[in-house]
């Protein structure tokens, strides 16, 4: 049985509007790429925020079996100020800052660990390229990579392809393989739509407000539940195949 990263309990929160969630019990493994599926302002990023500690339940517990600073999330939205002038190899150096090493930016050791991050997400030939002339997708990637630089062992990104095209969707997959086999980097990925990483997954969750679904995806199907998007902008996990 692998390692149980993150476990919570009975976790309940509750905003000042009323709003509220809850986990009776959800484990994050070792060794696992997590889904976490749910319709927008369901509570999944909240969830997150709980488990990451950045918010605290009224009750329930949440406990970390690793070192957070082992721990890297990729919030939704990030908001990066305009005419920047930075190089993507830069902004991915920025995610050094919390190491040991980030008042020795220019040692090999760093700027290998900056490249090998850009290569992992399909950027190493646009290392040089200022950040503002980059795709959308191509920013988006370049966020994740400063991320994974510190080489984490838990990733949670929320909401990672809103935005890119296809090509860019098939990079990110691969990237996502990649540090499962190759770093043993375990990902909770947060999607609206996860049609186009479905193949990937070893387990998912629905939540909404609360955890309707632990499992894989086979297991979802059983029960007539399908991923992906719906003409009307309805996730089709929410509508029984017939």
Not at 5 to 27: E, M, R, T
Not at 116 to 138: D, I, M, R, W
Not at 205 to 232: M, Y
């Amino acid at each position: 049985m692998n390692k149980v990263l993150v476990q919570c309990n009975d976790l309940k929160y509750s905003y000042p509007s009323g709003f509220s969630i809850q986990a009776d019990q959800l484990n994050i493994n070792e060794k696992e790429i997590l889904g976490v599926a749910g319709p927008n302002g369901a509570g999944k990023s909240t969830l997150m925020k709980l488990l990451l500690g950045l918010l605290r339940p009224n009750s329930g517990s949440v406990k970390i079996n690793l070192d957070k600073n082992a721990i890297a999330y990729v919030p939704q939205n990030i908001k990066v100020a305009k005419n920047i002038p930075a190089s993507a190899f830069e902004i991915v150096s920025l995610g050094l800052i919390d190491s040991s090493n980030w008042l020795s930016f220019n040692n090999k050791k760093n700027n290998e660990s900056v490249s090998h991050a850009l290569e992992t997400v399909g950027l190493a030939h646009k290392s040089n390229n200022q950040f503002e002339e980059l795709s959308g997708g191509e920013k988006q990637r370049v966020l994740i990579a400063k991320a994974l630089v510190n080489n984490p062992k838990l990733l949670i990104l929320d909401e990672p392809t809103v935005g890119l095209d296809t090509k860019s969707q098939e990079l990110f997959s691969d990237a996502l393989v990649h540090l499962l086999e190759d770093h043993q980097t375990s990902i909770v990925l947060i999607e609206h739509d996860f049609a186009h990483v479905e193949d990937i997954l070893d387990r998912i969750i629905i939540f909404n407000r609360e955890i309707q679904f632990d499992g894989t995806i086979d297991g979802l199907k059983e029960k007539g539940v399908n991923l992906g998007s719906h003409s009307h902008d309805l996730p089709v996990w929410l509508e029984r195949q017939t």
